[in-house]
């Protein structure tokens, strides 16, 4: 049965740096072509795509955060985490982590976190 | 980055209704485009890979076709469970981008 559930501080003030955790069970991240990725949802709002990290530890991240974001992998711990710097009200938003490597052998996301709600305020 | 434009960006139809969600994307992608709905307050669902195949467990009133630049998706007989947004989201290139949704109401 594969889960994911991210964890992290759902407060966090404008400038600081916010750090999530994706802990998963029910598969590798060592299994080639497996990936585990960072979305967002701003309340209301649509999706944005935030970063991949994929078996090899190859990582992607959005265009626009980049400068912002660091994907990591703990292989043996089953975790990605995904910090994020100088934070900012704007951030606010729904954080999930999916995985994807599975079906169709590429991208896609067929199971997704339950998401958890951060908040940018001083 | 490739722009990802969904229209209509809402629609009201009936149970029994026949509708179209389409995705245009900004450049070529080829068929490397996905469908998710989202309920409110749930976590989006896989419904359709590859422009066209349909994922595990999804009715098969959804289908998705098109590839390039220009996608679709059907649902050919609306359900009352069908209401939520729809997105669209392409995994061609990097950075993979969503569409900024249409959300479906059921009338």
Known sequence: ?122 | DIQLTQSPSSVSASVGDRVTITCRASQDIGSYLAWYQQRPGKVPKLLIYTASNMQRGVPSRFSGSGSGTHFSLNISSLQPEDFGTYYCQQVNRFPHTFGQGTRLEIK
């Open chain 1, 1 to 122: 049965q594969v889960t994911l559930r991210e964890s992290g501080p759902a407060l966090v003030k404008p400038t600081q740096t916010l750090t999530l955790t994706c802990a998963f069970s029910g598969f590798s991240l060592s299994t080639t072509g497996v990936c585990v990725s960072w979305i967002r949802q701003p309340p209301g709002k649509p999706l944005e795509w935030l970063a991949l990290i994929d078996w090899d530890d190859d990582k992607y991240y959005s265009t626009s955060l980049k400068t912002r974001l660091t994907i990591s992998k703990d292989t043996s711990k089953n975790q990605v985490v995904l910090t994020m710097t100088n934070m900012d009200p704007v951030d606010t938003a729904t954080y999930y982590c999916a995985r994807s490597g599975i079906v169709g052998a590429t991208y896609y996301f067929d199971y997704w976190g339950q998401g958890t709600l951060v908040t940018v305020s001083s």
